[in-house]
């Protein structure tokens, strides 16, 4: 077994690459899913920014909704980056008819909180886990979590917002790490996916 934990990119829309470079930058061997075959094969999940509805719809459509939704019950590692923070929530305030999501972190999302496309920013945000100076947050059309259950921790917060969320081996956040060079946030989700695996070798 390779030393370097294999993490997916759930690669059906949005910007796949960018998780897939910064992932590599942060230790793992990165790969594109887009089949529930593939995703057996990974350590653990990005799902990446774009449009939450599509990438529901796609999910389903791909067949990897169901399989997805299993692993992330049995606890592998899956990391939600905007789309894929309401992905990963249990409850979204306002979703589009049809929009189903994976669940895995108790909160509850308001898409596209922030504002439109032009209404885009960036932000110096202090992330629990991530050490060294605040992390840069991308907003693009970004949502935020309204509110969390026992299970989840509040991991930052921006303009009284939360913007970054964990639970268990589930990790969100509002902004893109992915798009600013620093690998930080990513090397706390490779960390948590070689965690896991050690354990199960154990």
């Known amino acids: 077994m390779s030393h370097a934990p294999v993490i997916g990119v759930l690669a059906l829309q949005g910007d796949v690459r960018e998780h897939l470079a910064a992932l590599a930058a942060a230790g793992a061997e990165a790969r594109e899913v887009r089949r529930p075959g593939e995703l057996a094969e990974v350590d653990g999940?990005?799902?990446p920014g774009g449009e939450s509805t599509t990438?529901?719809?796609?999910?389903?459509?791909?067949?990897?909704?169901?399989?997805?939704?299993?692993?992330?019950?049995?606890?592998?590692?899956?990391?939600?980056t905007c789309a894929g923070m309401i992905m990963l929530a249990d409850k979204i305030l306002d979703p589009r008819s049809g929009q189903e999501t994976v669940?895995?972190?108790d909160m509850i999302v308001r898409r596209n909180a922030f504002g439109r496309q032009n209404e885009s920013?960036?932000?110096?945000?202090?992330?629990?886990?991530?050490?060294?100076?605040?992390?840069?947050?991308?907003?693009?059309?970004?949502?935020?979590?309204?509110?969390?259950?026992?299970?989840?921790e509040v991991l930052a917060e921006h303009d009284g917002h939360i913007v970054a969320v964990r639970q268990g081996n589930a990790l969100a956040t509002s902004f893109h790490p992915e798009l600013t060079g620093d690998h930080r946030v990513h090397a706390l989700f490779v960390d948590m996916t070689r965690a896991k695996r050690t354990a199960e070798s154990l």
């Open 45 to 47: 999940l990005v799902i």
């Open 121 to 152: 920013f960036e932000a110096a945000v202090d992330v629990k886990g991530v050490t060294g100076e605040a992390v840069e947050g991308v907003f693009i059309r970004a949502p935020w979590v309204e509110s969390v259950g026992a299970g989840a």
């Open 55 to 80: 990438i529901s719809k796609l999910a389903v459509l791909f067949g990897v909704m169901e399989p997805l939704r299993a692993r992330v019950r049995d606890g592998m590692p899956v990391y939600g």
């Open 103 to 105: 669940g895995g972190i």
